[in-house]
């Protein structure tokens, strides 16, 4: 291959990574524009706390079952026609939120966009397929930045939007012009990739080899991390499940200031996000990293506790800056953990298992803290969340106290 063709195979790698890392961004504007105003919009249908929990449990729940499946068929037709298929019924989805009235039919339709919203699982997988190996993990890293910008971005715009006359309404129609524009991109920039050879592998097929490498994962030195990871979301997930309603109700918030609030949060994750590395060089002899879980727990768990009583919103975001500051390190030091305990040749199923137990916990979750909420009051979130941090907590100091002992020996 002489300099030219090599200059155009990389000049074209390089506008296919942008155009990816564009329809990320995209995806997660859209997402971010319209979730922080669903759950107002459901109270204001009538909807209890419990209903509102239940729309989020069956949405992860579809995104569990369906996961396999979307990937299944991408690697069967192509990640170019399955992408541009399941953005476009995503557009459709959130066209039809905005007209919406009967619980049944919004709960259905939230079924079919669980099913249906995985882009970003798709945009990771083109990254592995049209960027060299020795790039690829500094286009996730990439892709992950980029695409965090629409959190911060999102919420921002949507709440100007809906305080017009019919706002929830025009979320909804904006929300499904993203995602068409969206789609118009992966149809007309992406390229299309080479389709698997084993056109004849069915899905039951790839179910069994899915479980056959969950059998042979080493589950005795697997279990803690994947039980703390399963005990963090479920903290996080309880606490947030009714977040926007609780700055509604609690502190009388306009959905406009709402969408600041949301904005505000992505910011400060991102910036915690960019901060790790210089924390962990706070715990450079913290080999086995339970030392740093430990003490991310107890500040996860100390604010959730601050966060349930307090009444003042300027206290109660300076508190949310420590939860969200602890969270960042928590999903970075989980999943380093993670992968530090599993072999090479079982690493993709053991981060699988992991995304898993992480679905597991949001199905529960929401349901759980709608239930709460019914018939106990909204701050018993952030109780209950509390109490399982500082358990979790508990449990990483044992795990460090066991590490530090077998080390010594």
């Known amino acids: 291959m002489d ?14 990574s942008n155009w990816l890392f564009i329809v990320s961004l995209i995806d997660l504007l859209g997402a971010s524009l319209f979730m922080p105003l669903f759950a107002t919009h459901l109270r204001s249908l009538g909807m209890s706390y419990l209903q509102i929990g239940s729309l989020s449990s069956v949405y992860f729940g579809a995104q569990l079952v369906s996961g396999p499946l979307i990937g299944n068929l991408s690697d069967i037709y192509g990640r170019k026609p399955v992408l541009l298929l399941t953005v476009s019924v995503c557009a459709l989805c959130y ?7 009967s619980y049944i039919v919004i709960l259905t339709v939230r079924l079919i966009l669980g099913i249906s919203k995985h882009t970003q699982v798709m945009c990771k997988a083109l990254v592995a397929d049209i960027i060299p190996p020795d790039d690829q993990s500094k286009s996730h890293g990439k892709l992950n930045a980029i695409a965090s910008l629409g959190f911060v971005i ?7 939007i809906v305080e017009m006359n019919n706002g929830f309404t025009l979320v909804c129609l904006t929300t499904c012009l993203i995602f068409l ?5 992966v149809w007309i920039y992406l390229p299309s990739t080479l389709k698997s050879q084993a ?10 080899n899915t479980f056959q490498e ?7 030195t697997s279990w803690e991390i994947l039980l703390i990871k399963f005990s963090f979301t479920m903290c996080m997930s309880l606490f947030y499940s009714n977040y926007v309603l609780t700055l509604r109700e609690k502190f009388d ?13 992505g910011l400060i994750a991102a910036i915690s996000s960019m901060s790790i590395n210089k924390i962990n060089n706070f715990y450079v002899t913290d080999k086995s990293k339970f030392r740093q879980l430990y003490h991310s727990f107890i500040i996860l768990g100390v604010s959730f506790l601050f966060l349930g009583f307090v009444n003042d919103y300027k206290m109660y975001f300076f508190v949310i800056i420590f939860l969200q500051g602890s969270a960042a390190l928590l999903r970075v030091t989980t999943i380093e953990v993670l992968i530090e305990k599993s072999s090479s040749e079982h690493r993709g199923s053991i981060v699988g298992t992991s995304s898993s137990v992480v679905s597991s916990a949001k199905i529960v979750a929401p349901f759980i803290s709608g239930f709460i909420t019914d ?3 909204q701050n018993y979130n952030s109780f209950l969340s509390f109490v399982l941090a500082i358990v979790t907590s508990y449990l990483c100091f044992i795990m460090n106290k066991r590490y530090e002992t077998r080390k010594s020996i």
């Open 199 to 208: 056109k004849n592998d069915s899905l039951i097929g790839h179910i069994k």
């Open 253 to 265: 918030f306009t959905q406009k200031s709402i969408g600041y609030t949301v904005s505000f949060q």
């Open 214 to 220: 969950l059998l042979d994962i080493n589950w005795r």
């Open 154 to 160: 999102g919420p921002a715009i949507g709440g100007h």
């Open 3 to 16: 300099f030219l063709q090599k200059l155009t195979l990389k000049m074209k790698t390089l506008m296919d």
């Open 181 to 185: 524009l969206n789609s118009l991109i």
């Open 95 to 101: 066209c039809s939120f905005g007209f919406l009235l």
């Open 375 to 377: 018939y106990f009051g």
